[in-house]
């Protein structure tokens, strides 16, 4: 099992992984992408504590990436989070 999810300041991203097909793939999502989509309204929000909160949505994006050929690691951006992105 590979680490938990974590913050690194540096990027400003949380990194996670996905277990698909048996292989763990490492992913990012900004802490931006994380604000605007869950906390948009918030001023102090944790990026951490969203992404936690919100771990089966970053985990079908991840998914979904991986089913259309991105390979690890797999960067989530905005339109990966979407509520459109979420009902296909």
Known sequence: MPHQAFFHEPSG???????IEGVYVG?????????YR????AVDDDPLATYL?????????????????SIEPVMLRDPDVSVAAQAS
């Open 38 to 41: 869950f906390q948009p309204n």
């Open 13 to 19: 991203s949380v990194r996670f992984w996905v277990l």
């Open 27 to 35: 992913a990012t999502v900004r802490k931006e992408t994380l604000h």
């Open 53 to 69: 909160a919100n771990v089966p949505l970053m985990d079908a994006a991840v998914r979904r990436r991986v089913a259309k050929g």
